[in-house]
């Protein structure tokens, strides 16, 4: 019994407002359409018995025409192909009112389209395989009867769960977002043991338990995630096997900081061509300076910096300044610079509507253009 386990394939994700000429579609946009095209690709090539999609298919609750229609296209090539499709609502696609509706009641009408969305617990039978769904659930209270309802299906093989967010336990696997549900141990609340418990919501592939495993996601969305190998994983339960596969994504690289402390401009610029490399062609970078004295700091010119990087898809610009030490005999300090002091700001905002990572980048992008 073979199955491809995926998730957080952020659909209509878009970043950076860099559109195609071409199409006039995001980049950003059309990188999470190729990852997830790629992806349709490779079930259709390894024809599993079924595909498990533990939640996030789309990166908002209302996604976009082209959004949809790039997921339906996938979804029907793998319901022709007579793959059944099991996948479950995760934060960023549930609606917060029940009464919205969801894109998922369309979905669901798909032959072979097993959808779990409505806050509650669900189990569905695949061949020898029962699978339990628990939804992305609002509320918490929702959340803990989902998981209180988990019951073994006795003519069943083998026992799958499907659920999404931050696993509860002695290491975080927390993505920092406000509407993020903590999941239990479900073989603790049930009693009885799982052959695999299928996780999405954190964006790197993870083994936290032989049978409970995050896929990761099919491509990045913050910086954060810089390092993490975008894919899916493939799971074979009666040879035990789980085999984490790639799927290709736009690169991204979080470089070492430079401290600028004893660096005039001209230094720092021959400091930031050395690590100028081919391997950031078309690639989103980050770049951070620290300490940099502040008669240096307004001789610094952006676009100098973004000159060196001309081969990147972005360049993300961090700067921190150096104040010097008070008369009052206090230690050295270091503060923010004006994008430092805003990427905080940003941070501590406690509206949930806000998307902080975009507000960030567009900020950055004007401020940096100041300095």
């Not at 030490?325 to 501590?348: A, H």
């Not at 949930?352 to 900020?363: M, N, S, V």
């Amino acid at each position: 019994m073979k199955f491809i386990h995926c998730s957080d394939t952020h659909l209509g994700y878009s970043d950076y407002y860099k559109i195609d000429s071409k199409t006039g579609i995001n980049h950003r946009e059309q990188d999470f359409y190729a990852a997830w095209n790629f992806l349709i690709d490779e079930i259709l090539r390894q024809k599993p018995d079924f595909v498990i999609h533990a939640g996030d298919l789309f990166h908002t609750t209302r996604p976009t025409n082209r959004a949809i229609a790039v997921a339906l296209e996938g979804i029907q090539k793998v319901s022709d192909a007579g793959i059944p499709f099991v996948m479950i609502s995760g934060n960023h696609s549930t609606p917060k009112i029940r009464a919205t509706g969801s894109i998922f009641e369309s979905i669901a009408l798909f032959p072979n389209v097993y959808a779990a969305f409505q806050s509650k617990y669900q189990k569905f039978q695949i061949g020898e395989c029962a699978v339990h769904c628990i939804p992305h659930c609002s509320l918490t209270e929702d959340l803990q009867r989902a998981f209180e309802a988990i019951k073994p299906v006795k003519k069943a093989k083998y026992q799958i769960l499907v659920t999404h967010g931050s696993w509860a336990g002695q290491k975080s696997f927390s993505m920092g977002e406000f509407n993020e549900q903590k999941l239990p141990d479900p073989e603790l609340i049930s009693e009885f043991k799982l052959d695999y418990i299928a996780l999405g919501h954190y964006h790197k592939h993870i083994e936290i338990r032989p049978n409970i495993i995050y896929s990761g996601s099919t491509e990045r969305t913050s910086f954060n995630e810089a390092g993490n190998l975008t894919g899916y994983v493939l799971v074979d339960l009666h040879e035990e096997k789980i085999v984490h596969c790639e799927i290709p994504s736009r690169p991204m690289f979080k470089l070492e900081p430079i401290d600028c402390y004893n660096l005039n401009a001209a230094q720092i610029y021959d400091e930031l061509s050395r690590r100028s490399t081919g391997e950031l062609k078309d690639a989103l970078v980050s770049l951070t300076l620290t300490n940099i004295q502040h008669q240096t700091l307004v001789r610094l010119d952006s676009r100098e910096i973004d000159k060196i990087f001309d081969q990147v898809f972005y360049l993300n610009k961090s700067i921190s300044q150096l104040v010097s030490e008070r008369d009052s005999g206090s230690t050295k300090t270091e503060l923010g610079t004006v994008p430092i002091e805003f990427e905080k700001y940003i941070e501590n905002i406690t509206e949930k509507e806000i998307d902080k990572e975009r507000l960030k980048a567009l900020g950055l992008e004007y401020l940096m253009k100041d300095l």
